[in-house]
């Protein structure tokens, strides 16, 4: 196992209350970077660092009974860590989305999901942030179930 995903793993366990999701969040991420490989053009190095942050990106949750500001904890809780290995909202927490396919196109994305039952609510999440993906690509995002 990568030294940084020991460490990550490690770092969740101590924070984390409900790691199946982080590990679906964290299953869905890495669909989505390896669906936009051939766009992105990243190595495996940043793939780690995304599974990584995939794993901790809702630690902050230990510190806040309500889960307001949960996000900016998470932020410090891995700011504030003695990292060996590293150089220097509403969200639902269903697990409804099994699978990503992603095909890229010369003007759009296209995400085929393979949802667990109704999924109207990571629907509606998807369409509140698919803008910063939107902007970074200079495509059109879409998302769909796959048929």
Not at 38 to 60: C, F, Q, T, V, Y
Not at 125 to 130: N, Q
Request: with cysteine.
């Amino acid at each position: 196992m990568d030294a940084l995903l020991e460490e990550s793993l490690a770092l969740r366990a101590r924070y984390d209350e409900e790691p199946s999701h982080s590990d679906h969040v964290a299953h869905l991420a890495l669909q989505i970077f390896d669906g936009l490989q051939s766009w992105h053009k990243m190595g495996p190095r940043l793939r780690e660092l995304l599974h990584g942050a995939a794993l901790l990106h809702d630690i902050g949750w230990s510190q806040t009974p309500d889960g307001k500001g949960h996000n900016k904890w998470s932020a410090r809780l891995i700011r504030e860590h003695a990292w060996t290995h590293l150089n220097g909202d509403d969200r639902t927490h269903t697990g409804r989305i099994e699978r990503v396919e992603v095909s890229v196109a010369k003007d759009a994305i296209t995400l085929r999901v393979q949802p667990a039952g109704m999924w109207n609510a990571e629907r509606a999440m998807f369409e509140t942030k698919r803008d910063m993906l939107q902007i970074a690509t200079g495509r059109a995002l879409e998302c769909v179930p796959m048929e």
